[in-house]
């Protein structure tokens, strides 16, 4: 069984700034990452796949990288609509584990 | 517009049964790979189990808790998903969700990949 784990669990940043999000793999996922953010109320939405590729809609400040067991989510200039729940979910050995989430907040 | 509206959920004891709906509208349910997920109040996902398209065979596959006690099926002249839940626990209390599933081919394998849509959710509470 492949662990997904995201690091930290609560990111602290103010409007504007960048945020960096970290996904580890226990073992080698390829590229076959994707990542997902959920608002309070909300489902969530693909953001990301292929460790890198935005999913329809999604704006260009969202962007994926990484491959094997570490991948990066960076949202470049973080906007009002930004602060959610972040989740990482393999898919390279299905079951389609999914990290623990980090919560992006307003700082 | 892809839309997927779950429905069912509710209030069930310890060891009771559920049954959940999904309708789908805005793409070709029949030829779809389907999912449920489930969030866990305060908790992360966790994928519950996921159905083929009849073409690629209609089989199912489930996470570890709940295999041998949640089976998913699925109506394609009703473009409907369902989650028959029996032998429910207080551990089962979550919303879930029904989602898409992405295929991609590895090596000349078609495998579940990511969760493209996504329902709004239904909240089921196991609780005596």
């Known amino acids: 069984e492949i662990v997904m784990t995201q690091s930290p669990a609560t990111l602290s940043v103010s409007p504007g700034e960048r945020a960096t999000l970290s996904c580890r793999a226990s073992q080698s996922v390829s590229s076959n990452l994707a990542w997902y953010q959920q608002k309070p109320g909300q489902a969530p939405r693909l953001l990301i796949y292929g460790a890198s590729t935005r999913a329809t809609g999604i704006p260009a400040r969202f962007s994926g990288s990484g491959s094997g067991t570490e991948f990066t989510l960076t949202i470049s200039s973080l906007q009002s609509e930004d602060f959610a729940v972040y989740y990482c979910q393999q898919y390279n050995n299905w079951h389609g584990a999914f990290g623990q989430g980090t919560k992006v907040e307003i700082k | 517009e892809v839309q997927l509206v779950e429905s069912g959920g509710g209030l069930v004891k310890p060891g009771g049964s559920l049954r959940l709906s999904c309708a789908a509208s805005?793409?070709?349910?029949?030829?779809?790979?389907m999912s449920w997920v489930r969030q866990a109040p305060g908790k992360g996902l966790e994928w519950v189990g996921r159905?083929?398209?009849?073409?690629?065979?209609?089989?199912?596959d489930y996470a570890a808790p709940v295999k041998g006690r949640f089976t998913i099926s699925r109506d394609d002249s009703k473009n409907t998903l369902y989650l028959q839940m029996n032998s429910l626990k207080t551990e089962d209390t979550a919303v879930y969700y029904c989602?898409?599933?992405?295929?991609?081919?590895?090596?000349?394998?078609?495998?579940?990949?990511?969760?493209?849509?996504w329902g709004q959710g239904t909240l089921v509470t196991v609780s005596s």
């Open positions: 805005g793409f070709t349910f029949s030829n779809a790979w």
């Open positions: 159905i083929k398209s009849k073409t690629d065979g209609g089989t199912t």
């Open positions: 989602t898409t599933v992405k295929r991609i081919t590895i090596f000349g394998v078609v495998i579940p990949a990511y969760f493209d849509y």
